[in-house]
């Protein structure tokens, strides 16, 4: 905020999105709790929220897709 003083006062939005899900809650959590900016919302777009569930089972299909092996 001290870098663009225009915007001091002003609802802040944090977003992402896939790998975001990981990352963007964390970073609205650390900003509410541990600094004077107020966080007004924050929004993840198909968001990874745990890697082993999200992710594991896309791996076998992503590289059949990507011709890392055949049939």
């Known amino acids: 905020m001290e870098r663009y003083p225009l915007y001091k006062g002003k609802p802040l ?3 992402g999105e896939s790998y975001g899900g ?5 970073l609205a959590w650390q900003l509410a709790h541990n600094s004077d900016i107020k966080v007004s919302g924050f929004m993840v777009g ?11 089972p896309a791996t076998i299909q992503t590289a059949y897709h990507h011709a890392m092996y055949s049939d």
């Open 46 to 56: 198909n968001g990874v929220t745990n890697w082993k569930y999200d992710t594991t």
């Open 22 to 26: 990981i990352y963007i809650p964390y």
């Open 13 to 15: 939005y944090i977003s």
